[in-house]
């Protein structure tokens, strides 16, 4: 009698933890399904067709491993077909995205303001960093660094080292080269980032390509199509990426009038699938880890080459790159046309990924959201997520605002705690 009794004190409170869990759980599986994307459908699909593809597939789980240490060798038949693959590699980074990243430089892109962020140095660093948001878009983000005893060929050299990159990032969990192109120095790869426990990892297929005036460099990088590589349920493929930086030598800060220390500039912006205001605060509490990460790994790379180590031969590929006089810099920018293929990029990810369940009615949304914010205490998986999920499918407008502001406030008092490593991509290129 007594062990009934005191079954039925217990159980209460077993069914109030159990319970909310499971609403959770069913939350996110409706959640999950309604912000299914549009190409995702049609990618379960081609799951089942058996393609060629031109990478080596990875085995293993969570290991860092490059498909090829040796540097690739293309072989063409004849000056023909040489031509071909330099026109169809230029389709993937051309003229219009250095007249882009060019204007960015520049602050004559038309875009929005910048808003600052962030202000720090250290000893051998410096490091600046602004955000606006678009009207269309994921955040965009812009960084100045000046790194003290640096050159501008060594610091390109760094980005594209996609060898090295491996020893210090500890994201990077996996990169490849597609194909390349020896006349311009234009690359295809792909990477494989590491995402936080709650998210599935990421993949990117990046055109890059680099382009010198004088002693400045414009790296460019930025998601591509590339259709022999087919899509897969894991790691989730990023459409929208961009992550360029402009390189040039600046006079150190130490008063000695020498140009020994480098400028890099960096604009950064992609849709990684999780919500935007979720992202900006990740971004927020792990930028200025993010920053030290790469000065580190900087310094290590720097020593690493005064040894003597041989340049690997994604470095190699940064030392070929396309010549441009400022004149035609300056002719670029000045054309109409700009960026057509670029925002026409981005507007049709966008299109893709909007969330199809306006059938859902807005106050069970809302009042789900709070319910599960209050209810359940973890933290980034509860009232975090809980509050983009809500803005982004209800969009009640200012009667969601005074919410989205309390369920802020709760979020910021669980002391958000995220890795510096894990929780940004946005400034490790």
Not at 393 to 403: H, I, M, N
């Amino acid at each position: 009698m007594d062990v009934i009794v005191a079954i039925c004190k217990v159980l209460p409170d077993v069914i109030g933890m159990i319970v909310p869990i499971w609403v959770a759980v069913v939350f996110g599986v409706l959640v999950g399904w309604l912000w299914r994307p549009k190409w995702a459908r049609s990618a379960i699909k081609n799951l089942a067709i058996p393609t060629k593809s031109s990478f080596v597939s990875v085995s293993g789980f969570g290991f860092p491993k490059v498909a090829s240490s040796e540097p690739s060798t293309i072989l063409f038949s004849d000056t023909s077909s040489s031509s071909k693959l330099d026109g169809e590699m230029k389709n993937f980074v051309g003229e219009e995205d250095l007249k882009h990243i060019s204007k960015l430089v520049n602050e004559t892109d038309g875009g929005p303001a910048w808003i600052g962020m962030m202000d720090k140095s250290t000893s051998n660093m410096s490091y600046q960093a602004w955000r606006r948001d678009p009207e269309t878009g994921p955040p965009q983000y812009r960084s100045r660094t000046v790194y003290e005893d640096m050159s501008p060929e060594m610091m390109r050299d760094f980005f594209w080292d996609d060898e090295f990159r491996l020893k210090w990032d500890d994201m990077l969990l996996e990169a490849e080269t597609i194909e390349e192109c020896p006349n311009d120095g234009t690359m295809v790869v792909k990477w494989v980032r590491k995402f936080p426990f709650f998210c599935s990892d990421r993949e990117y297929i990046i055109g890059r390509r680099i382009w010198e005036s004088g002693k400045a460099y414009y790296c460019v990088t930025k998601g591509v199509q590339y259709p022999s590589v087919p899509r897969r349920t894991k790691p989730r493929r990023v459409d929208l990426y961009y992550s360029s930086w402009f390189i040039r030598a600046v006079e150190s800060r130490k008063g000695d009038g020498q140009m020994s220390a480098c400028e890099v500039l960096l604009f950064h912006h992609e849709d990684m699938g999780i919500p935007w205001e979720i992202a900006k605060l990740g971004v927020r509490q792990g930028m200025w880890g993010a920053v030290k990460n790469i000065d580190r790994g900087l310094r290590r790379y720097q020593k690493h080459m005064a040894s003597g180590a041989p340049l690997s031969h994604c470095a190699y590929m940064a030392h070929v790159n396309s010549k441009i006089c400022t004149d035609r810099l300056k002719q670029l920018e000045n054309t109409s046309n700009d960026s057509q293929e670029i925002v026409t990029c981005e507007q049709t990810v966008n299109d893709e990924k909007k969330p199809s369940g306006k059938n859902i009615p807005k106050l069970l949304v809302v009042g789900g959201a709070i319910a599960l914010a209050c209810t359940i205490d973890r933290g980034l998986l509860s009232k975090a997520v809980i509050l983009g999920v809500a803005r982004r499918f209800a969009k009640v407008g200012r009667r969601l605002d005074s919410t989205s502001r309390f369920l802020k406030h709760l979020f910021l008092k669980q002391h958000l705690c995220v890795e510096d490593s894990s929780s940004v991509t946005v400034l490790v290129g």
